[in-house]
């Protein structure tokens, strides 16, 4: 059974950090790209960064870069994305996307940036 879990989400204030976890199961994650996506209220769902299998390429939107960091650990399954410097703007419900020939998501977590 696949599973992607993200977890650390939460509200904090302009200009702090949060670091989001998703880990995974049920499939040969060094086999696949994995993506964070966001979803903000009325909004499209777009993409926030990607990573490669052994994690030797990553990609950012241009709302990320300088500030979000994606990383992997695929000894234990878990796909990380630091956010830095955040803004209120970032909110949103961030999602965690494996992706091969076949996509799975994860539930998503609520990130909230607001003093």
């Known amino acids: 059974q696949v599973q992607l879990v993200e977890s650390g989400g939460g509200l904090v204030q302009p200009g702090g950090s949060l670091r989001l976890s998703c880990a995974a199961s049920?499939?040969?994650?060094?086999?696949?790209?994995m993506n964070w996506y966001r979803q903000a209220p009325g909004k499209e769902r777009e993409l926030v960064a990607a990573?490669?299998?052994?994690?030797?390429?990553?990609n950012y939107a241009e709302s990320a870069k300088g500030r979000f960091t994606i990383s992997r650990d695929n000894a234990k399954n878990t796909v990380y994305l630091q956010m830095n410097s955040l803004k209120p703007e970032d909110t949103a419900v961030y999602y965690c996307?494996?992706?091969?020939?076949?996509?799975?998501w994860g539930q998503g977590t609520q990130v909230t940036v607001s003093s």
């Open positions: 996307n494996a992706q091969r020939v076949v996509a799975y």
């Open positions: 049920g499939f040969t994650f060094s086999w696949y790209v």
């Open positions: 990573i490669t299998g052994n994690g030797g390429i990553t």
